[in-house]
């Protein structure tokens, strides 16, 4: 399944919290977390969490670090079950949380178990040294981004533009052989079709001056000579 992130954009200083849905294929999102430079993305099964995946878990845990097309799930790469933080927790709380898991990202979930933010353990040690004490002004700042599924059409598209892009050298090649082969089958049709189309009488009113000068000058010897005769 070819997937994207959601086409709205997202908002300045506004965190994105990148979801994708559970059974999507490894390589998709590897390309996703590429596309969007995360280094975290959270397991969906309809609107709940139930995993973390982290580049460090698909290079691990994933054949060739899904970088390859393969039928490996998402499901092989993410950590579970999923240690969390309800939004009404502490900034402390989930320092201590991720130190003594020794995790890097912990989900942050609202009272009823849906996913409203994504929390590093870099971020929290700044919110701390800024005197941020809960995590209700962290969630605020978030917005959940999920990955999609792309139209038939967009598919196709990208599909299309990938080839293109994984084959430039050799698209550039042949475009420019086929303008040059254009451009020299113009030049041979023009000039065949110049050989084929040529009249001497084409130019023969070039040489009409010429010819009456010499009319004259045959006429003048004419009278020359007959003026001389006894």
């Known amino acids: 399944m070819t997937v994207a992130a959601h086409p709205n954009a997202i908002p300045q200083n506004v965190r994105p919290v990148y979801t994708v849905p559970r059974g999507v294929a490894a390589h998709d999102v590897v390309r996703f977390m590429a596309a969007r430079g995360t280094r975290a993305v ?8 139930i995993g973390i995946v982290t580049s460090r878990d698909l290079t691990d845990r994933v054949p060739g670090g899904g970088v390859s097309e393969s039928p ?6 993410m950590s579970s079950p999923l240690v969390r933080i309800n939004e ?4 402390v709380d989930a320092i201590t949380a991720m130190v003594q898991r020794g995790i890097s990202h912990l989900p942050i ?5 849906f996913l ?7 971020d929290a040690q700044l919110l701390r040294g800024q005197g941020m004490p809960v995590l209700n002004e962290f969630v605020r700042t978030s917005v959940v981004v999920p990955m999609v599924r792309r139209s ?17 050298p050799w698209w550039f ?8 082969g254009a451009i020299l089958a113009l030049a041979i049709g023009r000039s065949w079709l110049g050989f084929q189309t040529y009249q001497p009488k084409d130019y023969e009113p070039k040489d009409i001056p010429r010819q009456e000068y010499q009319k004259q000058q045959e006429g003048s010897k004419q009278k020359d000579s007959t003026r001389r005769a006894p």
């Open 72 to 77: 490996v799930r998402v499901e092989s790469a």
């Open 173 to 180: 090649l042949a475009v420019g052989l086929a303008l040059a």
């Open 42 to 49: 959270v397991v969906l099964a309809g609107l709940r969490p």
């Open 116 to 122: 409203v933010s994504l929390i590093s353990l870099d």
């Open 88 to 91: 009404r927790g502490t900034v």
């Open 152 to 168: 038939s059409w967009n598919r196709t598209v990208y599909a299309v533009r990938r080839r293109i892009e994984e084959n430039r």
């Open 109 to 113: 979930v609202s009272t009823s178990g």
